[in-house]
């Protein structure tokens, strides 16, 4: 796997990294043992950039990323994680907090769960509307200033927020959103961070998994899966949007790849600075991930798909009405 930078600071990452929320988190029940076996392979493969949060469990997945950080030296896996929210005893969300107290909390805990002494990418997950964003990025640079993290990102933010924390410190990534169906931050964010070099890190790339041409229904989903909820899975915005799949499928079997990897790699041709981060807890999906990052197409299959972009709005908000709140609009 080839590398990318994200920002000017000189993270290097693979150019595809892993996302590994729905191995502990959101996406149906979880297997440890499953996801052990594909962080592992991915290890082979060279997908060392692995991204995670406190939120995913809460706790649990940085406590599996932990699991493989004891059988390899630290060195080889870029870790990102992130903090945002304050959680009562049972694990439940209380309320956003990234108070400079709470941030100097939220890592010390991740730090314990994954079993380093720093980690290399730490995001705010989360705008907090009730902590200036420079108290919260003045509190990370007291951090990376003391060895425990390495590099500092923002979560679904918009410009403005990105310039105000950049003039404190300088951002290394941004992450958002951002597949064939959810292409508002290349409008929105991109003039921003490259003015200023910062990095994008890409998550959901295949549509919540909806663009690998693998899911037909929200019956294809566990029945705890939180697609459920998600207004662009609910039945007729998903028979809407399963329409414009169905042309990426046509489009990718034409070409002998999956519709899965034509997605990743569009996502990948967008620029040098945009590493995507799919998830998955199968081997298979992980290697035909990775083939993604290898696809060579003739500019005329690039146009097609172009085209068909041209004339496909998504239908559903991205997330539901109560997490939609979460989402910086801020110019």
């Known amino acids: 796997m080839y590398k990318r930078k994200l920002g000017r600071q000189g993270l290097e990452v693979s150019a595809l990294g892993l996302g ?13 043992e499953c996801s052990v076996r594909v962080l592992r392979r991915a290890l082979e493969l060279g997908i060392n950039f692995w991204d ?3 939120l995913y469990g809460p706790f649990a997945n940085e406590e599996l990323l932990g699991r493989l950080l004891k059988e390899v030296p630290r060195g080889r896996v870029t870790i ?7 959680f009562g005893p049972r694990g439940e969300q209380l309320v956003l907090d990234s108070s400079p107290a709470q941030v100097r909390r939220a890592l010390e805990g991740s730090l314990k769960r994954l079993g380093t002494d720093y980690i290399d990418l730490y995001y705010q997950h989360r705008l907090d509307p009730a902590t200036p964003i420079e108290e919260t990025v003045g509190a990370l640079s007291e951090l990376v200033a003391q060895g425990k993290i390495r590099y500092i990102g923002l979560c679904e933010v918009g ?5 105000r924390a950049h003039a404190v410190h300088p951002l290394t990534a941004v992450q958002s ?20 070099g910062i990095g994008f890190v890409a998550y959901s790339p295949m549509g919540r998994g909806v663009l690998s041409g693998k899911i037909r ?10 697609r459920r909820r998600n207004p662009r899975f609910q039945p007729e915005n998903l028979s809407h949007n399963l329409s414009f799949v169905e042309t990426v499928s046509e489009l990718a079997a034409a070409h ?10 569009w996502v990948l041709r967008q620029g040098s ?5 799919p998830g998955t807890r199968h081997l298979r999906h992980l290697e035909e991930n990775a083939q993604a990052a290898l696809l060579r197409l003739s500019e005329p299959v690039w146009a097609a798909l172009d085209a068909a972009l041209a004339t496909f709005q998504v239908a559903g908000e991205r997330y539901p009405k109560e997490a939609l709140q979460y989402i910086d609009s801020s110019e």
Do not use: N
């Not at 410009?159 to 310039?163: E, K």
């Open 217 to 226: 229904s929200a019956d294809d989903l566990d029945d705890t899966d939180w």
């Open 52 to 54: 995670s949060a406190e």
């Open 80 to 86: 990102a994680s992130k903090f945002a929210w304050r």
């Open 273 to 277: 600075d945009v590493v995507p981060i």
């Open 256 to 265: 002998d790849v999956t519709p899965g990897q034509l997605a990743l790699a």
């Open 159 to 163: 410009p403005g927020t990105v310039r």
């Open 177 to 196: 959103e951002y597949s064939l169906w959810e292409r508002e931050v290349k409008r929105k964010l991109f003039p921003t961070l490259r003015e200023l």
């Open 20 to 32: 590994c929320m729905g191995m502990s988190f959101a996406y149906g029940r979880s297997d440890d």
